[in-house]
Nanobody, 116 residues
Framework: QVQLVESGGGLVQPGGSLRLSCLASRRPISIYSMAWYRQAPGKQRELVAT???????KYKDSVKGRFSISRDNAKNTVYLQMNSLKPDDTAVYYCNNGIDTSPWPWGQGTQVTVSS
């Protein structure tokens, strides 16, 4: 029932910035923790950032100080502002709830490629 649509990815040079968006439909997200995940080729999907219903946030160590997760409950949308991008950030980025053991159906994700 929940539909997740990610957008905002693209090709960017090292040091550049991107802002990802995740629009959820058919279920209000206000009561949920929400999170961004990413999956690089040949790697497992990993948790990048979490924003709790309180607004508190948590980040993977390697993105601290560079990425910022936010939410707009009225728009049922979660954002990921990514600055100072590095080649190692290259991956498909997905959003979902922050429960991890009980994810909603995964969206298609949005490709982020960091390359010169």
């Amino acid at each position: 029932q929940v539909q997740l649509v990610e957008s905002g990815g693209g090709l960017v040079q090292p040091g550049g910035s991107l802002r990802l968006s995740c629009l959820a439909s058919r279920r209000p997200i206000s009561i949920y923790s929400m999170a961004w995940y990413r999956q690089a080729p040949g790697k497992q999907r990993e948790l990048v950032a979490t924003i709790f219903s309180s607004g508190n946030t948590k980040y993977k160590d390697s993105v601290k100080g560079r990425f910022s997760i936010s939410r707009d409950n009225a728009k049922n949308t979660v954002y990921l502002q990514m600055n100072s991008l590095k080649p190692d950030d290259t991956a498909v980025y997905y959003c979902n709830n922050g429960i991890d053991t009980s994810p909603w159906p995964w969206g298609q994700g949005t490709q982020v490629t960091v390359s010169s």
